[in-house]
């Protein structure tokens, strides 16, 4: 069984300051993780994922997220916020094998302070 | 062009009245899936297809069902819609065979089709 936990479903930060959305995961096998970002009115899109080949993983937009394996997390950053990222953030995770479907968060809400 | 096509993007519809959602994608996947999108709910799998013959229920199927018309096409519907099921509907799509080349079953989402039952 999988499940992800996303702590805070809103989060504000100031124009220019570091972007920290949490993830914390649980699965009883090795996974693949997932960040999706939602924009207004618009599906889910990839932001990033993490497949094993590297712990750091780059996405989009200036995102990364760091896969830490001893505290079952995988923290989206930004280091400068931008109006832009305004948006819904959802974490997923998945076994990296086999037919299992994504298990998604229940979203984090960011919103940018000018 | 979008690769995951849903229609309509915005319907209201009255208690009762059967409304169908279709999907359709261009990406040459076999596997499709329909969610719901609750505020504070995050994603709720309702069908899911691994290809045209295989369909299986999700989190919270009852009141919908689909049909897989072709690999391409998965359409969702409320036979007698009701208020609580007002909500945004996504379609998605991903490859199969995860580990092989490369794939990780990722999602492929449609830009969704907010649905309104008064």
Redesign the interface.
């Known amino acids: 069984a999988q499940s992800v936990t996303q702590l805070g479903?809103h989060v504000s930060v100031s124009e220019g300051a570091l972007v920290l959305l949490r993830c914390n995961y649980s699965s009883s096998v090795p996974p693949?993780l997932?960040w999706?970002v939602q924009y207004p009115?618009?599906?889910?899109?990839?932001l990033l994922?993490y497949?094993s080949a590297a712990t750091l993983v780059k996405g989009i937009n200036g995102f990364e997220a760091e896969f830490k394996k001893s505290e079952t997390s995988f923290h989206l950053t930004k280091p400068s916020a931008h109006m832009s990222d305004a948006a819904e953030y959802?974490c997923a995770v998945?076994p990296?094998?086999?037919?299992?479907?994504?298990t998604?968060?229940?979203?984090t809400r960011l919103t940018i302070i000018p | 062009d979008a690769d995951?096509t849903q229609t309509p993007r915005n319907r209201i519809t009255k208690t009762g009245k059967r409304i169908m959602l279709e999907c359709s994608q261009t990406k040459g996947h076999d596997r499709m899936?329909w969610y719901r999108q609750d505020p504070?709910?995050?994603?709720q799998?309702i069908y899911?297809s691994?290809d045209v013959k295989d369909i299986n229920k999700g989190e919270i199927s009852d009141g919908y069902s689909v049909s897989r018309q072709a690999q391409a096409k998965f359409s969702l519907s409320l036979e007698s819609a009701i208020p609580n099921q007002t909500a945004l509907y996504?379609c998605?799509t991903s490859a199969s065979g995860?580990?092989r080349e490369g794939n990780?079953?990722?999602?492929?989402?449609?830009?969704?089709s907010r649905l309104t039952v008064l």
């Open positions: 479903s693949y997932f999706y009115n618009q599906g889910l899109q990839l994922k497949t959802f998945r990296n094998f086999g037919n299992e479907k994504l998604f968060g229940t979203g | 995951v899936y504070g709910l995050g994603l799998l899911y691994f996504f998605a995860v580990q990780t079953g990722e999602l492929f989402f449609g830009e969704g």
